[in-house]
């Protein structure tokens, strides 16, 4: 059935290293991805999203690529801090309200100082 | 701090049990998702009210119900309970205009421990 899977479920960076995470996708009719992060005993939280019709965005430290020809999606994270470490998810929508989020199983992030 | 408030905490219970987890969204917000993580299953998508209203349905058990009363909290509502059951439940918000997107305001979650 269609879901949203990561490539890695730990990744190790050292501090100020950039880090990609990576995560594929089965829905063609997906067309709209978010990431987001959750730290150990906390809610999930928004990092950035990005819809079908772009191939790029940008935030604050942190970029989103979406390749729709191989159904993939990667976060990458620049200059990575202690305060990155956690887990992130991806997660995409295809249809109806676009809170409703199929979720991949998550990558763990562990920045070493 | 996300602004959404979800109670209790933790909770433990026995099979067969009833337990009601509480949601109060963000000031504002319509929107109240509800969403199981479990350690096999991962983050799934149970259901979403908007305004009082049921508007979606995901893997949400027969088993279990939710409402959203007139001040817009919600309740999920988890019966008969099974050892499987036992996992965190994520209430979220999300803001009422400005486009539908995808940016949920997630509470800490509710413990729930079905033993």
């Known amino acids: 059935g269609e879901s949203v899977g990561l490539h890695l479920p730990t990744l190790s960076v050292q501090e100020g290293d950039n880090s990609i995470i990576n995560c594929a996708y089965s829905n063609s009719a997906s067309d709209y991805f978010i990431w987001y992060k959750q730290e150990s005993g906390k809610g999930p939280q928004f990092i950035i999203d990005?819809?079908?019709?772009?191939d790029k965005r940008q935030g604050q430290r942190v970029t989103v690529l979406l390749n729709k020809t191989v159904k993939h999606l990667s976060l990458q994270i620049a200059a990575t801090q202690p305060g990155d470490s956690a887990v992130y998810f991806c997660a995409e929508n295809y249809g109806g309200s676009q809170g409703n989020l199929i979720f991949g199983k998550g990558t763990k992030l562990s920045v070493k100082p | 701090d996300s602004g959404v408030t979800q109670t209790p905490k933790h909770l433990i219970t026995a099979t067969g049990q009833r337990v009601t987890l509480r949601c109060s969204p963000r000031s504002g917000d319509l929107s109240v998702y509800w969403y199981q993580q479990s350690l096999d299953q991962g983050l799934q998508f149970l259901i979403q009210?908007?305004?009082?209203?049921?508007?979606a349905k995901g893997n949400i058990l027969e088993r279990f119900s939710a409402q959203q009363f007139p001040d817009l909290h919600s309740e999920l509502n988890l019966s008969s309970l099974e050892l499987g059951d036992s996992a965190l439940y994520f209430c979220a918000s999300s803001r009422p205009t400005g486009g539908d997107t995808g940016e949920l305001f997630f509470g800490e979650g509710s413990r729930l421990t079905v033993l």
């Open positions: 990005i819809r079908s019709n772009m």
């Open positions: 009210y908007y305004n009082g209203e049921e508007r």
